[in-house]
DNA sequence: CCCGGATTAGAATAAAAATTCCAAAATCAT
DNA sequence: ATGATTTTGGAATTTTTATTCTAATCCGGG
C-alpha cells in the first residue's frame, strides 16, 4: 500500500530555493493551519532555515517540530535535512567547488572556449558579489586617509598581482597623484626610495611572493605606513601591523578572477586622487 | 591535575567572528601544523563554518575531524559547536542580498570610498554580464586557432590596456606558451622581432594608443597574425584585416571596469594554453 | 450531538553529529 | 642517537538532532 512517496504533496522536490518559494506562493492558502504557519514563518525568515535545527525553527516559529516535518514532506522532499541542504547549497553560491568543476572542464567543456570564458565570467562575477559583502567600510575608508597623507605612494605587486599594480599606476598618474611602481626592471632596488613620509600598497596573494613580504616589511621598518591588499587574515601581509584589505578571488583551475582586486584597487585610487585634489586645490586657491 | 580549562590558549573566547579572525590572525603561524591548516581554510572559506558539520568542513580542509575540535579549542571555544554557533548569528547579519548590499554601501555618502567601490563592483558586473552576451563564440574559436598556430605570441597594448597584456604574460608564463610582452621598457622597439609565424594579441580602447596601432598594423605588413582586442568596429584595430574581439566596458566617471577584458583574455590564454600543450603531448608522445 | 476523516502534540525511536580518548608518529632538546 | 613532549589519526563514546509513531484533538456534515 504504502510505496514510500510522499503524502499529498505534487511529488516535485524543489531545485533550488527560488522554485521552492514559488511554489509556497501557489500552495500557501490551501494548507492546514500549522503548516501555513510554518509557511509564513519560512517566508519572513528564509535565512534561517540554513542555519537552524528542525527544534530551533520549530520554536521560533511556535509550533512543534513535528509540524515543520510535516511540512517538508508536504513541500516534496523527504525531510528537514534534504529542505536544509537545498537552503544551504543556496547560500554557499561562492563555493561551488571549482577545483572540481575544473576537473570537469578538462574532460569535456575545454574544447569550447566560450564554455571557459563562461566559467570565468561566472566566477568574476562571485567574486564581485563576495567582495561587496566583505569589505568593511571602516577599513576602505582608513586605507584612504592614510594614503591621501602620504608624500609619494609607492605600489609593489609582482606576478599575478603585477596587473592591478600597474592599473593603480595608470590611475594614480592620470590624476596626477605622485605615485611610483616597483616593477622590478633592471633588479634595481627601489625599496631605498621609500621615506618615512611615504605609503606602500602592497598586494599579494597566496602563494606570497617573497619579494613583495621583504619589500612590505622593510617598508614597515622605515616608518613608511602600509596598505596591504591581500587574501585572508592569515596572510603573511596582514601580520605587519597595516591597514588591510582583505578580497578573495574564486578560480578556475590555476586562474583567479582578478575583478575584484582590480575594481577594489580602482575603488582606492579614485577615491584617494578625488580627495587629494580637492585638498590641493582649495590650497591653492 | 585537570581543571577542564582550554589547555594552551589564551582563554578568552572570541565574542564577534572579527575577534575571531583578529586572534587568528595572531596566532596562525604559530599554530602547528594541521591547526594551521585548518586556520587557512576557515580564513579562506568562512562561511562555511556556519553550515557544515565538522565532518564535512574536515573533508573540505583535508584533514580529520579531531584535528578540527582541536583547533576550536586552540581558539578558545568549548567545542565545534561553540564556534558554529558565533558564525551562525553572524551569518544572519550579512543576509542583505546584492542590491541592498549595494545600496548600504552606497548610502555611506556620496563619494566616500565605499559607495564608489559599490559603483566599480555594479559597472564590473554589468561589463562582464555584457560581454558574455556580445562575444561571438566563432571570432573567440578563431582568435584560439591563430593562437595555438602561431610560433611566439606577442602581447601588445600600453596604458589602460597594460594590467590586461600583464595578466596575460603571466598566464602564458605558467602554461609554458612562449610569449613575449612588449613593455616599452628602456624604448627598444621590439618590432623587428616578430617574426611572419608569430602571432600578435594587440589591445587598445579608445582613446586608441597609438603605438599599439603601429605595431598591429606593422606586424600584419610582416605578415604575422593579429588578434584584436578593442571596444568597437569602427576602432582603428578592428579595421586591420585580422580576428577581433569586441569588449565594451562600462565606466565611472573617467574610469573603465577592466573586468570584462581580463576575463576574456584569462578565457582566451588558458583555451590556447590547453590546446598548445595538447597538441605538444600528443607529438612528443 | 455524534461520527469519520484530517490534523496535531508530544513522546519514542532511529540516525547523525559532536566530542573524547588513546595509541602511533613526529618533533625537539639533549 | 635517545628519551621526553607534542602532535596526529582514527575509532569509540556520548550527545544532539531528525524522524516516526500514536493517541488525542479538531472540525465539518448528518
Redesign the interface.
Known amino acids: 500500500m504504502n510505496d514510500g512517496l510522499p503524502k499529498s504533496s505534487n511529488g516535485t522536490t524543489p531545485l533550488t530555493v527560488a522554485a521552492f518559494f514559488k511554489q509556497l506562493g501557489t500552495r500557501a492558502d490551501r494548507l492546514p493551519k500549522r503548516l501555513k504557519q510554518c509557511a509564513d514563518f519560512i517566508a519572513a525568515n528564509p ?2 532555515v ?2 537552524s535545527t528542525v527544534a530551533e525553527l520549530a520554536e521560533a516559529a511556535g509550533l512543534q517540530p513535528s509540524a515543520v516535518m510535516r511540512f517538508c514532506k508536504e513541500m516534496g522532499f523527504e525531510g528537514f535535512s534534504q529542505m536544509q541542504k537545498l537552503f ?1 547549497s543556496d ?2 553560491q ?2 561551488p ?1 571549482y577545483p572540481t568543476r575544473l576537473a570537469q572542464l578538462r574532460d569535456h567543456g ?1 574544447d ?3 564554455a ?6 561566472d566566477v ?2 562571485a567574486s ?2 563576495n ?3 566583505t ?1 568593511e ?1 571602516v577599513s ?2 582608513q ?2 586617509d592614510v594614503l591621501v597623507r602620504a608624500d609619494t605612494i609607492h605600489m609593489v605587486g609582482f ?2 598581482a ?3 599594480t ?2 593603480l599606476a ?2 594614480f598618474e ?1 590624476m596626477s597623484v605622485p605615485a611610483m611602481l616597483h616593477s622590478g ?1 633592471a633588479n634595481i632596488n627601489m625599496q631605498p626610495l621609500i621615506r618615512p613620509k611615504d605609503a606602500v600598497i602592497a598586494i599579494t596573494f597566496s602563494p606570497y611572493t617573497q619579494m613583495t613580504l621583504d619589500i612590505a616589511s622593510e617598508a614597515r621598518k622605515a616608518g613608511a605606513s602600509l596598505v596591504a591588499i591581500t ?4 596572510s603573511p601581509l ?2 605587519l601591523k597595516a591597514t588591510h584589505l582583505l578580497v ?1 578571488e574564486l578560480d ?4 583567479r ?3 575584484a582586486s ?3 584597487s ?3 585610487a ?2 584617494v586622487g ?1 580627495q587629494r585634489n580637492k585638498a590641493q586645490g582649495t590650497h591653492d586657491g
Not at 571557459?116 to 565570467?121: I, M, N, P, R, S
Not at 587574501?231 to 592569515?234: H, I, K, N
Open positions: 535565512d534561517r540554513a542555519v544551504r547560500y554557499a561562492n563555493w567547488d575545454t569550447s572556449p566560450s571557459l570564458l563562461a566559467e570565468f565570467v568574476g562575477r564581485l558579489e567582495l561587496l559583502a569589505i567600510p576602505l575608508q586605507a584612504v606576478r599575478r603585477f596587473p592591478v600597474a592599473y595608470y590611475a592620470k626592471v587574501d585572508v587574515v592569515t596582514a601580520k578573495s578556475v583551475g590555476a586562474f578572477s582578478l575583478s582590480l575594481s577594489l580602482i575603488a582606492l579614485v577615491a578625488t
